[in-house]
């Protein structure tokens, strides 16, 4: 296993346009994780699945912003009517809940700027 | 809510110098307490965890012990080298679920 994939790695975007990022957690993890990072600052949680259920949205998630997982596999981002604050690296992390300590393994993260 | 905070950085140390990066955290009910450490250009790492009250998380030198009384989770190392240059992130959760992080400190060690 390859560890957490995030596509793209980077991505520049003018404001007002959609995003959409992919996850593609550890196989047999089945919990999926989304983070967002900001220069200086440690990740602030935003949403997470158990399985293709999300069960938790910080009220950092806006209405701008949408995650689904199908099938509980594969997840994605989606940005709507992108703003400049919206410039961050969002996280992806998955664990699996038969773990001891249900670790979070993180991907390396896609790097969004709004121009 | 719950929350991280931790020392500012950047912490700059001439190997083999001893480390400390100070945490404490404020929750409502009893986390578990974690270390990430990011190296330049890559992801975010698990480096040591504990989930009670005076359990010590230990790995590759470095150490950090869970004080409930003084809700902290101090990260120290005897002995840094060069490899060691990261951000070290902070973080607690609760009920093994979303992670909660600290801003996170550089730590630049000079030859």
């Known amino acids: 296993d390859t560890g957490v994939s995030q596509n793209p790695r980077h991505k520049i975007t003018k404001r007002g346009q959609n995003v959409t990022f992919r996850c593609d957690p550890i196989s047999e993890h089945n919990r999926l994780y989304w983070y967002r990072q900001t220069l200086g600052q440690g990740p602030e949680f935003l949403t997470y699945?158990?399985?293709?259920?999300?069960?938790?949205k910080s009220r950092l998630l806006s209405d701008r912003f949408s995650a689904e997982r199908p099938k509980g596999s594969f997840s994605t981002l989606e940005i709507q009517r992108t703003e400049q604050g919206d410039s961050a690296m969002y996280l992806c992390a998955s664990s699996f809940d038969r773990d001891e300590y249900y670790e979070q393994y993180f991907g390396p993260g896609t790097r969004l700027t709004v121009t | 809510g719950d929350s991280v905070t931790q020392m500012e950085g950047p912490v700059t140390l001439s190997e083999e110098a001893f480390l400390t990066i100070n945490c404490t955290y404020t929750a409502t009910g009893y986390p578990s307490l974690f270390w990430y450490v990011q190296y330049p250009g890559e992801g975010l790492q698990l480096l040591l965890k504990a989930t009670k009250a005076d359990d010590k998380g230990s790995n590759k030198g470095f150490e950090a012990t869970y004080r409930k009384e003084t809700t902290s989770f101090h990260l120290e190392k005897g002995s840094v080298q060069v490899s060691d240059s990261a951000v070290y992130f902070c973080?607690?959760?609760?009920?093994?679920?979303?992670?909660?992080f600290g801003t996170g400190t550089r730590l630049l060690v000079s030859p």
């Open positions: 699945f158990q399985n293709e259920a999300q069960l938790e």
């Open positions: 973080a607690l959760s609760e009920g093994f679920q979303k992670l909660v």
